[in-house]
């Protein structure tokens, strides 16, 4: 059996922790539950884009920051 690989961290994430923030520290000031940007950080759920702007502005960045899709796909 081979080890599990830990995947990389989100973007949201990593600025969550460059900023110092907790998930419930950011949830609250996004005005989400704590499951929600759980949710984010997996790649689980897509934010709207109203709460991806609410997002990005918490953890002082920017949309395409944090929420890019580096799929390489130029559709």
Do not use: C, W
């Amino acid at each position: 059996m081979t080890p599990r690989q830990s995947p990389t961290p989100s973007p949201v994430r990593e600025r969550r922790t460059l900023v110092r923030l907790t998930q419930a520290e950011l949830a609250s000031r996004v005005n989400v539950s704590r499951q929600t940007i759980i949710a984010i950080e997996q790649g689980d759920y897509a934010p709207s884009v109203y709460l991806a702007l609410r997002i990005a502005r918490a953890l002082e960045g920017t949309v395409e920051q944090l929420f890019t899709d580096d799929t390489g796909d130029d559709r």
